[in-house]
């Protein structure tokens, strides 16, 4: 049983930047294909962006295109969500997931496994 739990997430004034690390254990997700989302209150969990299993393709986005960039170590079974250029709009509980299958799918229904959440609140 893949367990995933997220850190690096806080509070951050506008323009500045963040890193959600994402690691897992209970089993290797380097065959898995990896997304991260995000919630804002009274909003839906949205797609912030994906990453192949090999690392090779990444999507994201058009709200962090240009901002946001996917990574991954599959030798320390972690993957990572580098946030620059911050918002306050960016404000969200962000959740990384694990999805078995090796191509990315923006649907949250594809990821079988999701970690606690990790909040990140952006000042204006």
């Known amino acids: 049983q893949v367990q995933l739990v997220e850190s690096g997430g806080g509070l951050v004034q506008a323009g500045g930047s963040l890193r959600l690390s994402c690691a897992a254990s209970g089993g290797t997700i380097s065959t898995y294909a990896m997304g991260w989302f995000r919630q804002a209150p009274g909003k839906e969990r949205e797609f912030v962006g994906g990453i192949s299993w090999s690392g090779a393709y990444t999507y994201y986005a058009d709200s962090v295109k240009g901002r946001f960039t996917l990574s991954r170590d599959n030798a320390k079974n972690t993957v990572y969500l580098q946030m620059n250029s911050l918002k306050p709009e960016d404000t969200a509980v962000y959740y990384c997931?694990?999805?078995?299958?090796?191509?990315?799918?923006?649907?949250?229904?594809?990821?079988?496994?999701w970690g606690q959440g990790n909040q990140v609140a952006v000042s204006s």
């Open positions: 997931a694990a999805a078995n299958t090796k191509v990315v799918n923006p649907s949250p229904l594809t990821y079988g496994y």
